[in-house]
């Protein structure tokens, strides 16, 4: 008997609050505001800062550099393809596990699962 | 020297200079003005005095100064008024998130999060509900359906002495295959001559019988290393003991560094020689030798071509660890012989050792406990065994530890049987027979958590697929034809469908894996962990 995963971020003092399902996933929160406070432009607000995530420090900054120009060109060819139109959500799926991502403005949330076989 | 120039201008570099070559000059008996018959002439050495030297001289002039006095003064002081204060650091709190942005960014982030989340949690659900991707398989490479044999690679000269390949090793940029020629079934010393070859696969024309580097060596040479990061040096050791070290880059005069004849040096053939990174600098390597008289040697490449013996162990009876019975009670300080290093990809510093008399050690390299040993040595040698592990039935060729699990390691023994050990446990969790005769070598896949491969005396390759079948290979290839064994292999950790074996007639052949051997299944890693959990119980 499977039962739907819950996740519901609870937004207190602290932090988020992530309910693990029966799939295993990892989050990670991006923030990737770059002309908000010029104090803070470097290389590595350009490639989009984590501010939480569930997984080790490297594998973090990995994925944050990573996805984050891929999000922009995955955003620019919507685009280009039509101006009206924009990215909502982002899902590559690979043999081993699933990274969704959802895209705005200011933030990015990256959502890795593993598929159930 | 002047010559007709004296009929042009001369600058004037002093006038008494000047009127001193001039005058001298006009020596010559015809005159710069009619182009006489061609003759030498030496005319005076004209010099040019300096107007500026004669001009400045030394010119000294004494000065003198001093500091003005200084001055000081005495005043005391005392505390008369104190107070008495403690510190103390309160216990930290728990940090939970690596967080790099602080948290006064909160209204924006709340908005965002929920937002999104009905979303990210709808996505996640039909996710693992959907059977859209059930069967959906990609290939992005060429399907490869069979084990092929790419290369037969022989040095005619060496198969004409009825050499042996008895080690062959990948470079560390995974395009040259280099072996090493011997005998592996002599029992007594002997002094022919052998090779070392070396082929360049990526290299066009290449020439199966004709190497890209020979190194003739003075004795048969039983193990083969190549470097981690330099792409031409190897190292090798000796039936005689010795272990030395080449640079394949230099055709004239490969040899870098060797080990000599002294005290250090082994006095039985040397069984595996390994690189290893050196403790502080791990940009540096050293070589390890493991031979058969029980000594574990670490070299450093020393000065002079000398390699210098950094670090020691040897084996002996009496301080093996007695957690397995062993057959014989010992008697006197008797040696026991290696035959097999392997060092585990998780933890630098633990080895396991396979041994003549069958037994597994697991050995540390930072074991302090000194070797009752009568070798002389130069620096003290230590007991590295820390743990014994249930014995094979004949002396073990060939020990190789999983890279991706911590804890197991395959054995290969003369018992012609492959025993999976876990690093926890004495007794293995598994054992295959493969072949009636020997078993010369067994390496794991660098891809597949589950694959290995194992060399048999009966001539052939065997590739075993845990996940298919645990008792019986999933591919066998022929090798010789005549029966003969194949004696060593090494998967390419660069190309990896390439697998190099080297057999009794002194031929390597390069095989090209299928794929099925090469590409990593979704859920392989915690496969192997469920194996290696399910056996273990």
Known sequence: ?117 | MATCALRGQLFPAGRAGAEALATRGIASPEGPERPGPLQDETLGVASVPSQWRAVQGIRGETKSCQTASIATTEASAQTWKHADAEVQTEAPEPVSVPSSVSWSDGPGLAAFLRRVEPMVTRELNKNWQSHAFDGFEVNWAEQQPTVTCLHTLGYPPAQAQGLHVTSVSWNTTGSVVGCAYGRLDDGDWSTLKSFVCAWNLDRRGLEPQQPSAVVEVPSAVMCLAFHPTQPAHVAGGLYSGEVLVWDLSRPEDPLLWRTGLTDDTHTDPVYQVLWLPELRHSQRFQVLSAAADGKVLLWQGGAGGRLRLSAGFALAVQQLPRNTKLKKPPRGETEVGTTAVAFSSFDPSLFVLGTEGGFLLKCSLAAAEAALTRMPSSVPLRAPAQFTFSPHGGPVYSVSCSPFHRNLFLSAGTDGQVHLYSMLQAPPLASLRLTHKYLFAVRWSPVRPLVFAAASGEGDVQLFDLQKSSQKPTVSVKQTQDERPVYCLEFNCQQTQLLAAGDAQGTVKVWRLSTEFTEQGPRETEDLDQLAAEVAT
Request: contains cysteine.
């Open chain 1, 1 to 117: 008997m499977v039962q739907p995963c819950e996740w519901s971020p609870a937004m207190e003092s602290t932090g988020l609050h992530f309910n693990p399902g029966p799939t295993a996933y990892l989050y990670l929160l991006c923030d990737c505001r770059q002309a908000a406070s010029p104090l803070r432009v470097s290389v590595a607000s350009l490639a989009g800062i984590p501010i939480k995530s569930t997984m080790d420090n490297p594998t973090t900054t990995q994925y944050a550099n990573l996805m984050h120009s891929f999000i922009l060109k995955a955003r620019s060819t919507v685009r280009e393809i039509d101006p009206q139109n924009d990215l909502t959500f982002l899902r590559i799926r690979s043999k081993k596990n699933e990274i969704m991502v959802a895209p705005d403005k200011d933030y990015f949330l990256i959502v890795i699962q593993n598929p159930t076989e």
